[in-house]
């Protein structure tokens, strides 16, 4: 968990920079991958076997280690993690330097995080691809898992992740941030509709300073990392269209009837896309509906 969102601003890791470094600081940052993934991620011109190459090196160096995941096609698909080691290593590259990583370091974390943690994985790649094709900017130190921030009363609100996109323009380049909340069906309708609510209060939480009389604030307290609020984009899988659709008509429900939540899509833009649709599309095409109604539309026109 990346606490208080520790310097958030993304960094890069110079093309020149060894692969295998750029291996390690990818699994630091995203906690667990594939190979197909960190080749996508990395080289997505380059081949699979450069990249099994690689992290073949790196484990019989102690560096990283990988679980294999179930597959229908009897396949084997490695999903790698850093060992204990290899996250000691990776603190002290540039590309993390401010946000020490939090990876997953052994079998048995890599077995309950797995699921999850590709997912998210999955949804940065189709961003990160858009981005290639339209000439945008956003790689894969644009995108930090596991943010979170507090909302008061000892609360906090994570994030599954946080997304930088620069839209590079012929005449202007716009900077977009986005926190990223990734729903795999796993849990109810109304738990998913209730992160709004967390984000609601985000929105209006002011840290208190320490010794000064509470009506003395220093503004909201999400303006120390962010200079305006991001939009909030839920990206849903796992279940049948119609379920998915159920998911979105919920979270609608919950714009529309929390004064708190309702505030926030005054000023914050909401929405919430099916992962295979952007991936099969393209997150800036029109798959995603806004929380507040209307055609669905690209995300940076909500």
């Not at 093309?15 to 190979?35: D, G, K, M």
């Not at 979105?248 to 992962?275: S, Y």
Request: charged share 20%; aromatic share 6%; net charge positive.
């Amino acid at each position: 968990m990346t606490s208080l969102a520790q310097k958030l601003a993304p960094t890069s890791l110079h093309p020149s920079e060894p692969l295998r470094l750029q291996v390690l600081a990818a699994l630091a940052q995203h906690r667990i991958a594939t190979t197909s993934q960190l080749r996508c991620m990395l080289r997505p011109d380059g081949t699979r076997q450069l990249m099994s190459r690689v992290l073949n090196k790196l484990r019989s160096d102690g560096f990283v280690d990988s679980t294999v995941l179930p597959n229908v096609n009897r396949s084997r698909t490695h999903a790698w993690y850093l060992t204990p080691e290899g996250a000691r290593l990776a603190r002290d590259l540039p590309v993390l330097r401010g946000r020490p990583p939090y990876p997953i370091t052994s079998a048995t974390a890599a077995s309950l995080k797995t699921s999850h943690t590709l997912t998210v994985v999955r949804a940065h790649l189709a961003f990160a691809a858009d981005a290639r094709r339209l000439g945008h900017e956003h790689g894969p130190w644009d995108w930090t898992p596991e943010v979170s921030h507090s909302i008061g009363e000892g609360e906090r609100v994570m994030a599954d992740a946080v997304m930088y996109y620069t839209v590079a323009g012929s005449n202007q380049r716009q900077k977009l941030r986005a926190f990223i909340e990734v729903d795999r069906t796993t849990m109810s309708s109304e738990r998913l509709a209730v992160k709004l609510i967390e984000y609601a209060r985000l929105f209006q939480y002011e840290a208190q300073p320490v010794g000064r009389r509470r009506t003395n604030t220093t503004g909201p307290a999400w303006l120390r990392w962010y200079p305006v609020f991001p939009r909030v984009l839920f990206i849903l899988t796992g279940a049948s269209r119609t379920r998915l659709d159920n998911r979105i008509n919920d979270l609608q429900a919950m714009v529309a009837q929390h004064p708190l939540v309702a505030h926030l899509a005054r000023e914050v833009r909401l929405g919430a896309a099916v992962l295979e649709d952007i991936e099969d599309h393209g997150p800036t095409q029109a798959v995603w509906v806004p929380l507040t109604g209307g055609e669905p539309r690209p995300w940076t026109d909500l």
